[in-house]
């Protein structure tokens, strides 16, 4: 198992070993809900693959997972995201994972056929990055799958377009748009952690600066205020009517990518979609432009037609547009987790907590064939586990208010 496993450098398991601990030692929620969800028995001899951006603190969901007695297999959902480290790492506690930083398309690709011919019951995706690929590659593994659960947006937009076409033939869960992920992952974890990298990659000041805002969903929100509270001025580019009024509402420019380009000294793509930032925009970017990707992998924005670059600092590339310098971070890939560590711990507590549930009720069988919400008594239950680590009582409520909620004619 383990050592069928696929990594750069066996020698920095001491380093990953150092990041996960810290990584266990700040997610009480997960840790608490592994002790007693978990330990039933449900996922005891289950092929498990994890295919999420491969740092600290998926590495210790896995090790959750596997201490449950599940067989563990991992792999990266980006290249640009995994860290070798922790690969290393994951692999000296016997757990098998494919997966180097920076491996080529071909290179990743075979890394997740890798973990496809484990023949895998359960899948915790990222993009559906493993379960389109066993669609189209394993179709016969495929078939054997007891269930998917799904932590992003766009994955579950894809899972939504494979159920569709009628590819969808097993249980999935939709982990993303539960309320302990939505809510606070993608504002406050995506919203604060790819600002800091941006910012951080650069060493540019925020204050004062233009920042372009494609896409206001939770992400697109959680940036558009955090780079307000620095200072910043914010135009938002939406094509959802109703996300654009929110945006009015919520006090920022709203306008069309063309207009709201011509002034940005950031542009950042947030939508979880192809073509976010498209070639016919570059003619309006201004000289010294900054551009990043806090939405899904390297596809929104158009980085082929940027052309070659030259690497002026770590992690951004100069390139000339039309006579005009674009810098590009980190190629184009999430900001966040290829600029940096990826959502705080805390975040990522609830997250992967999510997940954890949702991997655990998919091993009961009890999910039907097709894409699932994630149950909202478990929500409740996480958020209750948190607020308990935070110190925060909550009132129950009355018999008057439970009346009310259940009766019409009152």
């Given at each position: 198992?383990?050592?069928?496993?696929?990594?750069?450098?066996?020698?920095?398991?001491?380093?990953?070993?150092?990041?996960?601990?810290?990584?266990?030692?700040?997610?009480?929620?997960?840790?608490?809900?592994?002790?007693?969800?978990?330990?039933?028995?449900?996922?005891?001899?289950?092929?498990?693959?994890?295919?999420?951006?491969?740092?600290?603190?998926?590495?210790?969901?896995?090790?959750?997972?596997?201490?449950?007695?599940?067989?563990?297999v991992a792999a990266g959902s980006n290249p640009r995201s995994t860290q070798d480290a922790v690969c290393a790492a994951l692999v000296e506690r016997g757990i098998e994972v494919h997966a180097r930083h920076g491996s080529t398309a071909e290179e990743f690709t075979d890394d997740?056929?890798?973990?496809?011919?484990?023949?895998?019951?359960?899948?915790?995706?990222?993009?559906?990055?493993?379960?389109?690929?066993?669609?189209?590659?394993?179709?016969?593994?495929?078939?054997?799958?007891?269930?998917?659960?799904?932590?992003?947006?766009?994955?579950?937009?894809?899972?939504?377009?494979?159920?569709?076409?009628g590819r969808l033939t097993f249980p999935a869960v939709a982990a993303n748009d539960a309320r302990c992920k939505h809510l606070f992952d993608n504002p406050h974890g995506t919203g604060q952690s790819a600002?800091?990298?941006?910012?951080?990659?650069?060493?540019?000041?925020?204050?004062?600066?233009?920042?372009?805002?494609?896409?206001?969903?939770?992400?697109?929100?959680?940036?558009?205020?955090?780079?307000?509270?620095?200072?910043?001025?914010?135009?938002?580019?939406?094509?959802?009517?109703?996300?654009?009024?929110?945006?009015?509402?919520?006090?920022?420019?709203?306008?069309?990518?063309?207009?709201?380009?011509?002034?940005?000294?950031?542009?950042?793509?947030?939508?979880?979609?192809?073509?976010?930032?498209?070639?016919?925009?570059?003619?309006?970017?201004?000289?010294?432009?900054?551009?990043?990707?806090?939405?899904?992998?390297?596809?929104?924005?158009?980085?082929?037609?940027?052309?070659?670059?030259?690497?002026?600092?770590?992690?951004?590339?100069?390139?000339?547009?039309?006579?005009?310098?674009?810098?590009?971070?980190?190629?184009?890939?999430?900001?966040?987790?290829?600029?940096?560590?990826?959502?705080?711990?805390?975040?990522?507590?609830?997250?992967?907590?999510?997940?954890?549930?949702?991997?655990?009720?998919?091993?009961?069988?009890?999910?039907?064939?097709?894409?699932?919400?994630?149950?909202?008594?478990?929500?409740?239950?996480?958020?209750?586990?948190?607020?308990?680590?935070?110190?925060?009582?909550?009132?129950?409520?009355?018999?008057?208010?439970?009346?009310?909620?259940?009766?019409?004619?009152?």
């Amino acid at each position: 198992m383990a050592a069928r496993s696929r990594i750069a450098d066996p020698s920095l398991a001491a380093a990953g070993e150092q990041r996960i601990a810290w990584a266990a030692r700040h997610s009480p929620v997960l840790t608490a809900l592994a002790r007693r969800r978990l330990a039933d028995g449900a996922l005891r001899g289950r092929r498990v693959a994890i295919v999420v951006h491969l740092e600290a603190k998926t590495a210790y969901l896995a090790t959750l997972l596997a201490e449950a007695g599940a067989d563990v297999v991992a792999a990266g959902s980006n290249p640009r995201s995994t860290q070798d480290a922790v690969c290393a790492a994951l692999v000296e506690r016997g757990i098998e994972v494919h997966a180097r930083h920076g491996s080529t398309a071909e290179e990743f690709t075979d890394d997740l056929l890798a973990v496809a011919d484990t023949a895998p019951e359960l899948v915790i995706d990222d993009g559906a990055e493993l379960t389109r690929r066993m669609l189209s590659h394993r179709a016969d593994l495929a078939g054997r799958l007891r269930g998917v659960t799904e932590e992003t947006t766009t994955g579950v937009a894809r899972l939504r377009a494979m159920e569709a076409d009628g590819r969808l033939t097993f249980p999935a869960v939709a982990a993303n748009d539960a309320r302990c992920k939505h809510l606070f992952d993608n504002p406050h974890g995506t919203g604060q952690s790819a600002l800091t990298a941006m910012l951080r990659l650069t060493n540019l000041n925020a204050a004062g600066k233009r920042f372009c805002m494609v896409g206001y969903g939770w992400v697109g929100q959680g940036l558009a205020r955090r780079a307000a509270g620095y200072g910043g001025r914010v135009t938002v580019v939406e094509i959802d009517p109703v996300q654009a009024l929110r945006a009015v509402m919520d006090g920022f420019r709203v306008a069309p990518l063309a207009q709201a380009v011509e002034d940005a000294d950031f542009v950042v793509a947030a939508t979880g979609l192809a073509d976010a930032v498209p070639e016919a925009a570059f003619a309006a970017l201004k000289d010294g432009v900054v551009l990043a990707n806090a939405g899904h992998h390297d596809r929104e924005i158009d980085v082929e037609a940027l052309g070659t670059g030259e690497e002026v600092r770590p992690g951004v590339t100069r390139h000339d547009v039309a006579g005009r310098r674009v810098y590009l971070l980190v190629g184009g890939a999430l900001v966040n987790i290829a600029g940096g560590d990826g959502n705080p711990v805390e975040i990522m507590d609830l997250s992967f907590s999510v997940q954890a549930l949702s991997v655990h009720l998919l091993a009961s069988g009890r999910v039907p064939v097709g894409l699932n919400p994630f149950p909202p008594e478990l929500d409740a239950e996480i958020a209750r586990t948190k607020l308990s680590t935070l110190g925060v009582e909550l009132d129950l409520p009355t018999e008057a208010q439970l009346r009310a909620a259940r009766e019409w004619s009152a």
